[in-house]
């Protein structure tokens, strides 16, 4: 197995250039350049400014040159200097040491989807095995009705209205940011309470959606296997029901759901732009944004870096899984 891993290490490194090299090359199809927004709004600027500024970032070279000169950096793990008016380095604003360890970006984003996984599969599973193994009752009936709502219901939408009703209409939970402006001066259990009251409409809006199809996917893949011969076989040895289900079928359901599970690693990032943006929320996805809208191509291409790493992890994650999962997987490695 450990000799699988390595192999499987040493793959991830070509796989993880060519991630690269697709993303600073569509980057830059993009209409405009990072010094347009220092420049077009400030009528002073002349020619020979803005050909001063092209050549400090070297976005006087060919395209190529300049994926050059980023892989040489990135090779000694430095992202570079953002483009923006602050012009601190990438890591820094992506992982401020200056900052307490939950104020930083990507300790925010990995923090709020790592908990709302752990909500998805803690009750996307016991649904989906309830749901297969009371097939066309009135319960299952019930949750597919529920989950097809959750596939239908736009994130950006649906948060949008649990803002009005439990931040505006009734004022419960706050709607923006992850910190009232009194945190500091609150007691220990005051400020715990303050950032998890913050907490619970992101997570439940991003949950809701996954929970949907992870419970969905599931119920499939029990319904598959509880078809299957062996299945019957235990039952027929008198084997009770719940020792059927969860010792002999669920173990075999879930391998389908690993990789789902590993499939859905990259969306730590991906999947939290909208969700950090309607809620104001200071992480990795209302960074990546910001960086998109203003051309910060050092930014965006560190954050897309991020990203498909944790693509390769999570399909590392997935193949660890099911040799974990599967006994046979285990001996063919």
């Known amino acids: ?175 923006s940011g992850l910190k009232s402006l009194n945190y500091d001066v609150l007691p220990l259990l005051g400020k715990i309470w303050d950032r998890a009251s913050h907490l619970i409409l992101p997570v439940f809006i991003s949950a809701f959606g996954g929970l949907a199809a992870d419970s969905r996917f599931m119920r499939s893949s029990m319904l598959e296997v509880i078809r299957q011969d062996y299945v019957t076989v235990a039952r027929a040895k008198g084997l009770p029901e719940k020792k059927v289900i969860y010792k002999h079928a669920l173990r075999n359901a879930l391998l389908p759901l690993i990789t789902l599970i590993g499939l859905s690693v990259p969306g730590l990032i991906g999947g939290s732009v909208i969700l950090e943006s309607v809620f104001g929320i200071p992480g990795m996805g209302q960074l990546f944004f910001m960086s998109v809208m203003t051309r910060d191509y050092p930014m965006v291409m560190c954050i897309l870096t991020i990203g498909g790493m944790l693509t390769l992890l999570g399909n590392l994650l997935a193949d660890i899984g099911y040799m974990l999962a599967d006994p046979r997987i285990r001996a063919k490695q």
């Open 1 to 175: 197995m450990i000799v699988y891993l390595l192999k499987r290490l040493l793959e991830m490194i070509p796989t993880l250039l060519g991630i690269t090299l697709i993303s600073f090359f569509i980057i830059h199809l993009a209409p405009g350049k990072p010094t347009d927004i220092l420049t077009e709004l400030n009528p002073k600027i002349t020619p020979e400014a803005r050909e001063r500024l092209e050549k400090l970032y070297n976005l006087d070279k060919p395209v190529i040159v300049q994926y050059g000169l980023w892989l040489k950096r990135i090779v000694k793990l430095d992202f570079g200097e953002s483009f923006s008016t602050d012009r601190r380095a990438v890591m820094q604003k992506i992982w401020d040491k200056k900052q307490s360890l939950l104020d930083r970006r990507l300790f925010i984003t990995l923090m709020i989807n790592l908990i709302t996984f752990a909500i998805i599969l803690i009750i996307a599973i016991p649904i989906g095995v309830s749901s297969a193994t009371h097939q066309n009752s009135l319960y299952d009936k019930l949750m597919t009705t529920t989950v097809f709502i959750g596939f239908a219901m736009p994130s950006f939408w649906f948060a949008l209205l649990l803002m009005m009703f439990f931040g505006v209409y009734l004022g419960w939970l706050p709607i």
